[in-house]
T-cell receptor, first 113, second 114 residues
Framework: AQSVSQHNHHVILSEAASLELGCNYS??????LFWYVQYPGQHLQLLLK??????LVKGIKGFEAEFIKSKFSFNLRKPSVQWSDTAEYFC???????????FGAGTRLAVHP | KAGVTQTPRYLIKTRGQQVTLSCSPI?????VSWYQQTPGQGLQFLFE???????NKGNFPGRFSGRQFSNSRSEMNVSTLELGDSALYLC?????????????FGEGSRLTVL
């Protein structure tokens, strides 16, 4: 069965620190990859997506992610976090074979000023 | 452009009751998906509807059901509520002219079962 693993459940950083959140998936076929973010009290919203092409994708608010096919990974990065990045981050995978979006368990990020 | 609208936002029910949640997708979006979000299980896929037809279903018991209307609005129903059904129920819509997995989420309906 298709699954998505996020390496960290809770991450605490100080402002200006660098961020990397790990995501691995298990599916051998073609996939579309996503990172969604849920800010406190807000709805889940798309941060960035990868369908094909350049494996390094850039999203909103300075976030980027790199797709490494050989490692089945899609890690999220940001060079310098801000207090406003405090949120829960979800990695998600979509494949035509399963025809549904599968989410990882999420990573709660807390950024301290 | 209005986003995905879910009603009610909050509700409290007791065990054994049933509940109906409503979702209005973004205008022009024809696919509606439902997810259950809990602290322990995360986001779990319930089902997806397109043009009034259920196209995909997750691993939930038959107490969970849904439907979609001709205007793409969707409802989900949970019968014989159990304590474990307490969760945030999220609706998401997409254009679905070709499935890509990109979804637009509503704010959710938070159900508490006592």
């Amino acid at each position: 069965a298709q699954s998505v693993s996020q390496h960290n459940h809770h991450v605490i950083l100080s402002e200006a620190a660098s961020l990397e959140l790990g995501c691995n998936y298990s599916y051998g076929g073609t996939v579309n990859l996503f990172w969604y973010v849920q800010y406190p009290g807000q709805h889940l919203q798309l941060l960035l997506k990868y369908f094909s092409g350049d494996p390094l994708v850039k999203g909103i608010k300075g976030f980027e992610a790199e797709f490494i096919k050989s490692k089945f990974s899609f890690n999220l990065r940001k060079p310098s976090v801000q207090w406003s990045d405090t949120a829960e981050y979800f990695c998600a995978v979509f494949s035509g074979g399963y025809n549904k979006l599968i989410f990882g368990a999420g990573t709660r990020l807390a950024v301290h000023p | 452009k209005a986003g995905v609208t879910q009603t009610p936002r909050y509700l409290i029910k007791t065990r054994g009751q049933q509940v109906t949640l409503s979702c209005s997708p973004i205008s022009g979006h024809r696919s509606v998906s439902w997810y259950q979000q809990t602290p322990g299980q995360g986001l779990q896929f319930l089902f997806e509807y397109f043009s009034e037809t259920q196209r995909n279903k997750g691993n939930f018991p038959g107490r969970f059901s849904g439907r979609q209307f001709s205007n793409s609005r969707s409802e989900m129903n949970v019968s014989t509520l159990e304590l474990g059904d307490s969760a945030l129920y999220l609706c998401a819509s997409s254009l679905a002219s070709r499935d890509t997995g990109e979804l637009f989420f509503g704010e959710g309906s938070r159900l508490t079962v006592l």
